[in-house]
């Protein structure tokens, strides 16, 4: 077997001044760098510059946005209509109050875990429409009544900081109401609202960023997940808009700085972890979507009125995707797909796109919310966010350019639809990761399909958050979703915290999502799990097809959940779900086992769980089988038109390999993978085309999520005379011969799906999928039956401890198991083990009079580069005699020699840059590892510095690779 070097790619600019007694600091974007912001005190500058002291209101409302609402009482407008039914709510609120006094009285009483949310969010309700009617309609008893509950928030002995949601929900009423009643408020009402939002939220806030337990003790430090969940947005952003309204008031200036300055780096670092995702999606769901997006929008709002600017906070395009994801994974009619923690038919026209519109620059979105409200839905409640952000103004009449179909490899999730009508097929499948702890569901795989605007397969919704064995009632387990139950038990049914992702995707008019699901079965004892779903547009068809392996023969169930009425036929291989007036066929295109209707209830093998919802408007289309190792469940839904029994046409059952019309049988043949040891990391694919009828142009296609970003590259099979092409290498092993494609993979991409596929002439053949994460876990998992991979155990070690520092770095989710940090060696390595190990750095340049060399920087992207930098006025020349590549360029005021290509195992190798000017030369000699050295021996305020870890951790990372090598 041959040796390949492993080395890694890490996209990151590392950038530290090397030079002793010099210092030059070049950072690149990390989740340190906070767009233009400074700090807390100069956030109070800028409001103070703009607005001067004591001005009001300046909190995402002012004077000539209020002035702007008032110019449309009675035009005719949705604004003028929204307006009617601000003061419709306000005087609904007041006669709630009259009629229902103890229940509409603000009082302290805990809910479970839950503490005073639900009071909370009521008196931000009450009050944001009290306030702002006040200051539109002019009437005092609006300031009167808002003060009322405000006065009975105050009296509360706490906010309930355990549960701080309820903290920032009250932090956001109050700020509101110190703002936008400040002028109406006497002084000493002014003071009670600031002092009580002093004490019971902005120093209890603070509380949880210092990690301070003197004054209160806390069971929950909701601050410490580096998760982008809804509880980072709320709390941020309740807390900063509470000391926005305060921040230039004598006794507040201090806390509020101290808090926007923790708050704003927080939510700006859990953006790019929340809407991070390549495709846009977030993991707890749509309704927490928009819980979580719009008090992020309150929050870059609030920033921008009071001082001009968010500073970068939600400058970001992850939330221009999310949007996209939003609708994508909702109805043609705006209903959710409630995947996760969601409502049953919620609506996702928000208000929130509202702010969105008005973000991106992308006014069709905002039309969104105004065609919502001009045509307000029956039953839907009135918000007062569309008051805050409603500008008819910006409208181009310009409509959103939505596709039909959503997804590609890599994805959390797919949809496809014949059109956008009412009238449309849509379907949608569900993937990303298990994830109960923020408010995921057992529920990978599962489906939903709608016709005519009628929900014939769906999601059962939420469950009681207080309930006992919440984890492993009916509606979190996977037998409560449209997916599959493999061996069942009284345990959860699929794993917990795996992730499944689209591994083969296709748009058009047959258009599917495949997914390999046997992570999220294997420990029910699946081999082989893979789900694909398709749709065939011209006839108006969806497939979900399921190929199953287990390791020995056992039970399972195909399940799928809908409201209507089911009627399965005498042999038991077709049904027809009726949902209204409208009804679709089902067909069992496979050979094994028949429909059956079942309720929607547990097994018998689960757990018994009480108290759990009713789920009694449900039942399910159920497939059952026993002793079964291999199957295939294929299963088409046709909706049928008026008159019709049966469609006029049915699918025939193709295997997911040949689903694609569209994709060519090259004859290509993956023979198998194995991690780069090269040089730089990746996967080699290798590849037998000797059956393969190829064109010179044919080229292996790599896609490889990212980030927020998908990264394309192209391999070819052939070179190419005048062009400088990637090309596969050919090796022969034995009488084979392979053609082995390289992708190169980040550091703290190591767990993303790479997706694979020959591309000819416009054609393509199957997409393959696999992780550096994969092979690496596969490798360390038979070190005991394979000498090579023991062999090559301490190296991939290595390897996993250096991408789960770089993934902490990046603040990115954990995916790799954080045994793999090795914390004690990585702390262990001392700026003296260093210094001792890096060869002998030597500057001449004093035959060059005007040449300053400022620095060194080392840059590891597809191979490891160490950059050098010059000072002069003068152009340079640089010369090195070493095989790597250099290059020359010009960044800044710099002149810069870059080489290129350097391995792991060659960091410590010494390279001697030649410098030439006006007829002399001067000399650079640096290595790689001198930086490392220099970059821990460096003196800094912070010992815990992120980047110490990451460099610490590619020293250990060269000592094993330079042992191995």
């Known amino acids: 077997m041959k040796k390949y070097f492993l080395s890694v790619l890490l996209v990151l600019a590392l950038i530290i001044g090397m030079v002793p007694n010099c210092v030059s600091a070049k950072e690149s974007s990390t989740k340190d760098n906070y767009g233009s912001f400074i700090s807390g005190d100069s956030v109070i500058n800028d409001i103070i510059s703009k607005h001067g002291v004591n001005t009001h209101p300046r909190i995402i409302m002012t ?88 006065e009975a928030a105050c009296n509360f002995p706490d906010w309930n900081p355990h549960h701080f949601l309820d903290t920032a929900e009250l932090c956001t009423a109050f700020a509101y109401a110190y703002d936008w009643l400040y002028h109406w408020m006497t002084p000493e009402q002014r003071d009670l609202i600031r002092t009580t939002l002093i004490e019971k939220g902005l120093k209890q806030v603070m509380v949880d960023y210092t990690k301070s337990k003197n004054e209160y003790s806390r069971s929950y430090y909701w601050y410490l997940n580096n998760e982008g969940d809804n509880l980072q947005f709320v709390c941020t952003g309740g807390t900063n808009l509470a000391a926005l309204a305060i921040a230039d008031e004598s006794d507040a200036r201090d806390i509020a700085s101290q808090v926007i300055t923790y708050s704003y780096k927080r939510a700006y670092y859990c953006v790019r972890l929340g809407y991070g995702a390549v495709d846009g999606s977030y993991k707890e769901g749509l309704g927490y979507w928009d819980y979580a997006t719009y008090y992020l929008g309150l929050q870059s709002t609030a920033l921008k009125s009071a001082t001009g600017t968010d500073y970068g906070l939600a400058s970001f395009d992850g939330i221009e995707r999310s949007a996209d994801w939003v609708l994508s994974m909702s109805s043609n009619t705006h209903i959710s797909f409630d995947f996760g923690d969601d409502r049953t038919e919620r609506r996702t026209d928000w208000a929130v796109f509202l702010w969105l519109g008005e973000q991106l620059n992308l006014p069709a979105l905002s039309a969104i919310r105004l065609e919502n409200l001009a ?95 919440r984890k492993y009632s009916y509606r979190i387990k996977a037998e409560g979703h449209n997916t599959l139950v493999i061996n069942p038990t009284w ?57 199953i392996s287990l390791n020995k023969a056992g039970e399972l169930y195909w399940f799928a959940h809908t409201k209507g009425q089911i009627s399965v036929s005498s042999d038991g291989k077709s049904a027809i779900v009726t949902v209204g007036s409208d009804r679709m066929w089902v067909q069992l295109l496979s050979n094994d086992g028949q429909f059956t209707v079942m309720k929607a209830e547990p097994l018998p093998t689960s757990k018994k769980v009480s108290g759990a919802m009713d789920n009694s408007e449900y039942r399910k289309l159920a497939v059952h089988l026993t002793n079964t190792k291999d199957t295939t469940i294929s299963v088409a ?224 992207m597809s191979e490891t580069t160490l950059s050098l930098y010059f000072s002069s006025s003068e152009k340079l020349t640089f010369s090195c005699d070493h095989g790597n590549k250099l290059e020359t360029v010009k960044v800044d005021d710099y002149q810069v020699v870059r080489i290129r290509g350097i391995a792991a195992s060659d960091l410590d190798e010494v390279f001697e840059v030649k410098v030439f000017c006006g007829g002399k030369e001067g000399m650079v000699r640096y290595s790689v590892l001198n930086y490392i050295s220099n970059a821990v021996s460096r003196k800094r305020s912070n010992p815990n510095e992120p980047l110490l870890n990451v460099v610490k951790s590619l020293y250990l990372y060269y000592k094993a690779a330079e042992t191995y090598a």
């Open 637 to 860: 839904f046709i909706p049928l038109k008026s008159g019709e029994t049966r469609p006029s046409w049915t699918p025939s059952m193709k295997a997911i390999s040949e689903w694609s019309g569209g994709n060519m049988d090259f004859g290509e043949n993956l023979y198998g993978c194995n991690l780069s040891l090269a040089g730089d990391i990746g996967v080699n694919f290798y590849m037998d085309l000797s059956s393969a009828n190829l064109s010179d142009d044919a080229y292996v296609e790599f896609t490889v999520p990212s980030g927020d970003t998908t990264r394309t590259e192209k391999v070819y099979v052939k070179a190419k005379s005048g062009s400088d092409r990637t090309v596969a290498k050919t090796v022969t092993e034995g009488n084979q011969t392979y053609q082995v494609f390289k992708c190169q993979v980040a550091a703290k991409d190591i767990a993303s799906t790479i997706g694979v596929k020959l591309v000819d002439g416009g054609k393509s053949g199957k997409t393959y999928s696999y992780s550096v994460k994969q092979y690496a876990e596969y490798l360390l998992s038979h070190t005991n039956d394979n000498a090579e991979y023991k062999k090559a155990e301490s190296l991939v070690k290595a390897l996993m401890c250096y991408c789960t520092w770089t993934q902490d770095y990046f603040g990115m989710d954990d995916s790799i198991d954080q045994n793999y940090r090795n914390n004690d060696a990585v702390a262990s390595v001392t700026a003296q083990e260093l210094k001792a190990a890096a060869p002998a750095s030597k500057i001449v340049l004093d035959q060059i009079p005007g040449v300053t060399y400022e620095g060194a920087t080392i840059s590891l």
């Open 63 to 150: 004077e000539e946005r209020f002035a702007m609402l008032q110019s449309h009482i009675g035009d005719g407008s949705v604004t003028d209509t929204l307006l009617k039914d601000l003061r419709s709510e306000a005087e609904n609120i007041i006669s709630r109050k009259a009629n229902k006094p103890a229940e509409e009285a603000i009082k302290y009483a805990k809910d479970g875990d839950e503490g005073i949310l639900e009071m909370s969010k009521k008196v931000q309700r009450n009050v944001a429409t009290f306030a702002l009617a006040y200051n539109i309609f002019g009437d005092e008893k609006y300031a009167r009544y808002a003060y009322a509950d405000l």
């Open 491 to 547: 345990d959860i049914d699929q794993a917990d915290l795996v992730q499944c992702l689209v591994t083969e995707y296709k748009s058009g008019k047959e258009a599917y999502a495949v997914t390999d699901l046997t992570a999220a079965y294997a420990p029910s004892g699946a081999n082989k799990v893979v789900r694909g779903m398709k749709m065939i547009k011209d006839k108006e068809c969806v497939i979900v097809q399921d190929e």
């Open 375 to 469: 045509n307000k839905p029956k039953g839907q409640d009135f918000n007062y966010l569309d008051v805050l952000w409603i500008d008819e103004s910006k409208q181009t009449g310009e409509k959103l350019n939505k596709k039909t179909d959503a997804g590609f490899v890599g994805a959390s999730d797919a949809s496809f639809r014949t059109n956008w009508n009412k009238s449309g097929l849509v379907s949608a499948l569900h993937l990303g990761k298990n994830d109960y702890v923020f408010h995921g569901h057992f529920d990978l795989g599962s489906f939903y399909i709608e016709s005519n605007g009628q929900r014939f397969f769906t999601h059962l919704g939420n469950e009681n958050y207080q309930l006992k064995d």
